[in-house]
């Protein structure tokens, strides 16, 4: 359907952990997105994935796009202080079906 | 290049008022898209513009209202106006408008609406 249940709702992490929080959906896509939102800020492009099974990574980002084009991964490695944030994946469908959030993921990290 | 920018910063109206929300999307952008972000609610879709046409709209009541101008910049509109209209709202644009592929979207840092 139209919701992404993205999971989990927040994390608190010590600094230098990983993390890792995911996104699914009851329906196939052929496009899933990462977000990233600061306070007073628009959310911001992380990555995007365009292929089933793709694994992306930007820089200490990785993402993924699930097998089964329902699901998406997004891993944050060796966490640092300006990791804080609300994380957002979205799914495009195609055609004129606009782009569609999940609620977000909120990340705080304890220096 | 500039980004996208949006006015103004905040706003604040009285229930029954009207609020005008406004945006400029990334030069060579077509595609200017509206959503509202409201406290634990995420990204809600509202009005997909391009080339000066509505080409999609989210599940809200019709006091939500938009268009886009000739230089492609848009203008929200929310006629009277309840408390639960306060939110963050978000303007995105792209270059890509009714073709296929990536609907990648940059957002504006939106403006603030707070209903009293």
């Known amino acids: 359907g139209q919701q992404l249940n993205q999971s989990p709702q927040s994390m608190f992490i010590q600094e230098g952990e990983d993390v890792s929080m995911n996104c699914t959906s009851s329906s196939i896509f052929n496009t899933w997105l990462w977000y990233k939102q600061e306070p007073g800020e628009g959310p911001v492009l992380l990555i995007a994935l365009y292929k089933a099974g793709e694994l992306t990574s930007n820089g200490r980002l990785t993402a993924q796009f699930g097998i089964t084009r329902k699901d998406s991964f997004l891993n944050i490695s060796a966490s640092i202080p300006s990791d804080v944030g609300i994380y957002f994946c979205?799914?495009?469908?195609?055609?004129?079906?606009?782009?569609?959030f999940g609620k977000g993921t909120r990340l705080s990290v304890i220096a | 290049e500039a980004g996208v920018t949006q006015s103004p910063t905040h706003l604040i109206k009285t229930r029954g008022q009207q609020a005008t929300l406004r945006c400029s999307p990334i030069s060579g952008h077509t595609s200017v898209y509206w959503y509202q972000q409201a406290l634990g609610l995420g990204l809600q879709f509202l009005l997909w513009?391009?080339?000066?046409?509505?080409?999609n709209r989210g599940n809200f009541p019709p006091r939500f209202s938009g268009r886009q101008f000739p230089n492609y910049s848009s203008e929200l509109n929310v006629n009277a106006l309840e408390l639960e209209d306060s939110a963050l709202y978000l303007c995105a644009s792209s270059s890509l408008g009714r073709s296929s592929g990536a609907n990648v979207l940059t957002f504006g840092a939106g403006s603030r609406l707070t209903v009293l």
């Open positions: 513009y391009d080339e000066g046409e509505e080409r």
């Open positions: 979205a799914r495009y469908g195609g055609g004129n079906t606009p782009l569609v």
